[in-house]
């Protein structure tokens, strides 16, 4: 499908188009000299309304090349502020700007790429609540976010409003894109009618991410919401790329609209539901609340226990994990060897199993309940806060 | 029928490698053989009755296979049949 039609009734092609000035078609040169875009592209652009959901990886070169584009108006929904481990990709934000809200490093950046821009902000979370609104003031969405429940809320939000919904997303070195929510595409829920159980896909804080990788596929976002205001190309309707960046291969699989999808197929997705709900994240909440409380140690005891020699302690993270920061006296035993590795612990000493953050150790130490040890406990907030409470030369990641 | 399995990166460190080589004659049983050959992976690609999950798509030679007989689609030699999980990380 040509992406000539899809914006037809948005401002962007209407007759009355907003003029550009003499300033504005010299900065926008090198877009009207091309005959698929010219004047009228440009002023199609000016007119463009686009909303940007998140202000991070994704969002970062979307903000930067659609303000440089000289799109008229962006909104920027985020509710985050910035931290250091942002800087390795967000390059909307730097260094000076750690402990700013995103939303207002992101302005002055966009603003000095292009004062032209009419930059709107949303400082909340999209939610059930505010999503129809928002996004009812623009021309086509772009989903930056990075969680299922806002992914799903977003793609439904947009099918009930009819406005395209330029999809990306990462995972250390690979990505996808895809253009959701055309009239006649396909919407996310027909590409994953539902959601994977809350924990068994890592996100890019937990797995990690290639800081240049949500560049590329950023850009590609901002590419098919350029192409789609200017109705020019071919857009990703349809078609899902796969970026490898690993082994430099891009590849494009089919898909198709799900006549059975509740959202854009049966339609019987008429109002915007509880998505943490949706995807299960109150439920696995309960289903740990319902196992029952840790036996837990604070750093500081164990530093004590430590020097004392009255505890031996399991480190449950990787052995990449365990290259960058160790606590001394630690054992490694990765969480997918624990259960293989039960005899090379002595029930008879007090074990303690500690992780990056907390979560893996505490999966640990259910596997070693489960095998009958009684003398286990979990380090409350893992290496991260034994550095921040014992040993500030732990360097942390 | 002989047919070559393509991994992201997340599944590829279960079979240690990116492609595997797998054989069946429906995309169902060229799961089956990953599975049977990388009992991590197994569960990643379907679940314990063997079916597929809905956040986990399969492209048999770029084609989504839940528009072609899921599983039960037929596999011809040389096939490629791409796995797609879901990620959410922006």
């Known amino acids: 499908m040509s992406a000539a039609t899809l914006l037809s009734e948005t401002p962007a092609t209407a007759d009355a188009l907003p003029d550009l000035s003499p300033e504005e078609i010299l900065r926008y040169s090198r877009h009207v000299i091309i005959p698929d875009v010219g004047l009228s592209g440009q002023k199609k652009l000016k007119a463009a309304r686009v909303l940007l959901i998140g202000a991070g990886g994704l969002g970062s070169p979307l903000g930067l090349y659609l303000a440089a584009a000289g799109v008229g108006h962006i909104g920027l929904v985020d509710f985050d502020v910035v931290d250091v481990t942002n800087l390795q990709r967000q390059l909307l934000h730097g260094t000076k700007d750690v402990g700013r809200k995103k939303l207002d490093s992101a302005r002055d950046r966009i603003l000095d790429v292009n004062p032209n821009v009419e930059l709107t902000t949303y400082e909340t979370a999209l939610t059930s609540e505010n999503a129809l609104e928002i996004i009812s003031g623009y021309d086509l969405v772009i989903d930056g976010t990075d969680n299922f429940p806002t992914r799903y809320l977003v793609n439904d939000a947009c099918v009930l409003l009819g406005k395209p919904n330029v999809y990306g997303s990462i995972y250390r070195f690979e990505g996808q894109a895809s253009v959701f929510s055309t009239e006649n595409g396909p919407c996310y829920r027909c590409l994953y009618p539902s959601p994977p159980p809350p924990g068994l896909v890592p996100s890019c804080a937990e797995g990690g991410v290639l800081g240049v990788l949500p560049g590329l596929v950023g850009t590609i976002q901002a590419t098919e919401a350029i192409k789609l205001i200017l109705g020019i190309g071919e857009p990703l309707i349809g078609r899902l790329l796969l970026v490898d960046a ?74 990449h994990e365990w290259e960058i920061a160790r606590i001394d006296g630690a054992r490694l035993i990765p969480l997918a060897t624990v259960a293989d590795r039960l005899h090379e612990l002595d029930r008879t000493r007090d074990i303690v199993l500690q992780c990056k953050g907390g979560v893996r150790s505490a999966k640990a130490l259910r596997t070693l309940q489960a095998a009958g040890f009684t003398r286990v406990l979990n380090l409350v907030g893992g290496i991260t806060r034994y550095s921040d409470d014992v040993d500030p030369t732990i360097p942390k990641y | 029928m002989p ?19 797998v054989s069946g004659s429906t995309v169902g049983e060229l799961v089956a053989d990953a599975a049977a050959r990388y009992p991590e992976l197994a569960p990643r690609l379907r679940d314990t009755d063997g079916n597929p999950y809905a956040y986990v798509t399969f492209y048999l030679n770029d084609e989504d296979i839940r528009f072609n007989g899921g599983f039960s689609a037929t596999v011809n030699d040389g096939d490629e049949l791409t796995v797609v999980p879901a990620i959410a990380g922006g």
């Open chain 2, 3 to 21: 047919a070559t399995l393509f991994l992201p990166a997340v599944l590829a460190k279960l079979a240690d490698a990116k492609e595997i080589r």
């Open chain 1, 246 to 319: 690993l082994d430099a291969k891009f590849r494009t699989v089919k898909l198709r609209k799900n006549p059975e999808c509740p959202s854009c197929g049966t339609r019987e997705i008429t109002t915007l539901i509880d998505y943490q709900e949706f995807c299960g994240v109150p439920q696995a909440a309960a289903a740990t609340a319902r196992e029952g409380e840790l036996p837990e140690i604070l750093p500081r005891e164990l530093a004590e226990r430590l020097k004392l020699g009255t505890v031996d302690l399991i480190d449950v993270r990787e052995p």
